[in-house]
């Protein structure tokens, strides 16, 4: 549920990246209290984090790159097996 409504806010936020990205620092604080209240687990918490750095992290062409790949919405993207560790 939260990868979609990350997804979701960042698509409506397609060409505006400096407002997609101040979105996702509101939701990234809503998914911190649900894992600190222990509703979102540790593995989840993990993905949306590595996914919110990078979108934080990306000038206007890395905020469309990211939003128009596929796998980067994906379970598991990011992650050690994911990245062949």
């Known amino acids: ?8 806010i ?3 936020h397609y060409d505006s990246r400096a407002s997609g990205q101040e979105l996702v620092l509101e939701i990234r604080t809503e998914w911190r209290s649900t894992h600190s209240q222990g509703e979102v687990d540790a ?3 993990d993905g949306l984090e ?3 750095n990078r979108l934080l992290m990306s000038d206007d062409e890395g905020w ?11 379970p598991g993207w990011g992650s050690k097996s994911d990245l062949g560790d």
Do not use: N, T, Y
């Open 64 to 74: 469309v790159e990211c939003l128009d790949d596929e796998d980067f919405w994906k």
């Open 10 to 12: 960042c698509e409506r």
């Open 43 to 45: 593995a989840l918490l």
């Open 1 to 8: 549920m939260w990868i979609q409504d990350l997804r979701e």
């Open 50 to 52: 590595r996914r919110a």
